[in-house]
């Protein structure tokens, strides 16, 4: 019986968690079409969750295309279609891996640092006193963030493409000895509008979802500085598992004939 | 009381789970009056505030503002002319980290009533003049400074919208006597004295008894006893009896483990 009873209520809080979340979600969208908005803190967002985390994914995608160029010509190699490097690396980089791991770094820079700001807020009342001050905390706190994921990541990512591309360039042609025009060449012959298309569209999924499992888990953290901590670590594993997620989804809508 | 109550509650109700926090309380508040509810920590006193203010909406009862029943309307949905009666002074102050002082003072000026930033800022430097506060404190961050000021800056954001009534949670918990003081002072100063309505809780008997008109002492989510501030020595009630001169044996069990 009890452990019944220890399923029923695993299986009941996880159907409360998501009620929660959608009516959260639903919340904030609505509130993004109504006015007031914040452009100042839009702005201010947009240049935290873009400009600031252009580093981390510049370096994660350079790695990335490295290593793409490396990997790809030991294992062509061995049935003789070292050509298709630069291909190979362009397609990884616009399909998957920019969008994918720019979602991921900035999941764990930004999610957890707009769960462990918001949650903060929450825990010091500083919420309630938003409230108080004629302030919607949704307009105010939400909005922005949500706004300025959707629009930074995709990007972000476009960013991460440009340099990831590079990236296995200077390995093609430093190590591998392509000739330069040649990899270019065949970089830019087989790339195709929607390869780039797809990959900006999971980008901006990915930037909704960080800032919300980065807003909604701050908003009802409660207990003090473990709380916060709680929201913190949920708010990046939520959102890492929900990109990875939707990842397989957006790919299967795009690309699945 | 003749007036009309700014403030009317009626069997207010409100229950977290199967805690029933709130269990019926019956009070009014009228214009310019000060009334202190007194109670042990978790007898629902903050939440009582944050039902009216509408940051968390009760189960069942009346209230109402100036007349008009705002019992299950959350502060989002309120008609602004009604939020912006409001002021609300935290326990913990509150302020806003990531804003300068002057900012946490004007918020609901620039926010609420969209009013230009430099008018706002002449306007929180005003009121920072007001309690006690320097100009160049201003452009300080609120993490700069110590509790004392965190409160009086606290306070300068309740009133520079110039509510009609005023909330405060537990405005001199945590400050030393003196500075406890210096509160209770401005408290008086800035709303009793400019005929604004307050509701305050505190445990503290010597600011309830400075800042309040009438005291009410809240147990188990019940008003067990409201009368005037001066006759709360003769109440005549075991409950308050206890809590006012501080005794461990009483009425009051303390949940406690022995």
């Known amino acids: 019986m009890n452990f019944l009873a220890l399923i029923g209520r695993v299986v009941l809080g996880f159907l409360g968690h998501i009620g929660r979340l959608t009516i959260f979600a639903g919340t904030a969208v609505s509130h993004c079409v109504r006015p007031p908005l914040y452009p100042r803190l839009i702005v201010r967002q947009m240049i935290d969750i873009g400009y600031y985390s252009l580093p981390v994914v510049g370096l994660t995608a350079i790695f990335s295309g490295m290593v793409l160029a490396l990997q790809s010509y030991t294992g062509f190699a061995r049935f003789s279609a070292e050509s298709a490097v630069a291909n190979v690396v362009v397609l990884s980089m616009t399909r998957e891996l920019g969008p994918v791991l720019a979602g991921l770094m900035v999941a764990g820079r930004i999610g957890a640092s707009m769960a462990a700001e918001i949650g903060t807020m929450r825990v010091t009342e500083q919420i309630d006193a938003l409230t108080t001050l004629s302030t919607n905390p949704f307009k105010y706190l939400v909005v922005p963030r949500l706004l300025a994921g959707l629009l930074m990541l995709p990007l972000l990512v476009l960013v991460a493409d440009i340099i990831g591309v590079f990236g296995g360039y200077l390995v093609g042609v430093y190590k591998l000895g392509f000739n330069p025009g040649v990899y270019i060449n065949s970089t830019v012959d087989f790339l195709e509008p929607l390869d780039v298309i797809s990959g900006l569209v999971k980008a901006a999924v990915f930037g909704f979802l960080i800032a919300l499992m980065g807003c909604y888990n701050g908003y009802y953290s409660k207990g003090g500085a473990q709380g916060v901590g709680a929201a913190t670590t949920n708010a990046v594993v939520s959102a890492s598992i929900l990109i990875l997620t939707s990842n397989y989804i957006i790919t299967e809508l795009f690309f699945a004939t | ?258």
């Open chain 2, 1 to 258: 009381m003749a007036a009309a109550p700014k403030i009317h509650l009626k069997d207010v109700r409100k229950a977290f789970g199967d805690k029933q926090v709130l269990n019926g309380i019956d009070l009014d508040i009228a214009p310019a009056e000060s009334v202190v509810v007194i109670g042990g920590s978790g007898t629902g006193k903050s939440v009582l505030i944050k039902c009216i203010l509408g940051i968390l909406t009760a189960d069942s009862g009346v209230i109402e503002v100036d007349g008009r029943d705002v019992t299950h309307i959350p502060a989002g949905s309120r008609d602004p002319a009604i939020n912006r009666k409001f002021g609300m002074l935290f326990q913990s102050a509150a302020l806003f980290d990531s804003l300068p002082v002057w900012e946490n003072v004007a918020f609901g000026l620039i926010q609420g009533e969209r009013m230009s930033r430099k008018e706002a800022k002449h306007k929180a430097i005003e009121t920072l003049a007001k309690v006690g506060l320097a100009p160049s404190v201003g452009d300080l961050s609120p993490a700069e400074l110590s509790g004392g000021m965190q409160k009086r800056v606290g306070l300068a954001r309740a009133i520079a919208g110039d509510p009609e009534i005023v909330f405060f949670d537990e405005p001199t918990t945590g400050l030393d006597p003196i500075m406890a003081d210096v509160i209770n002072d401005l408290i008086i100063a800035c709303v009793k004295d400019k005929g604004i309505t307050a509701l305050s809780i505190t445990h503290d008997m010597h600011s309830a008894r400075k800042i309040g008109d009438r005291i009410a002492m809240i147990h188990e989510g019940r008003l067990i006893w409201v009368g005037n501030a001066k006759d709360i020595d003769r109440a005549g009630n075991p409950y308050v009896e206890q809590f006012v001169n501080g005794r461990a044996e009483g009425p009051i069990k303390m949940q406690l483990r022995r």
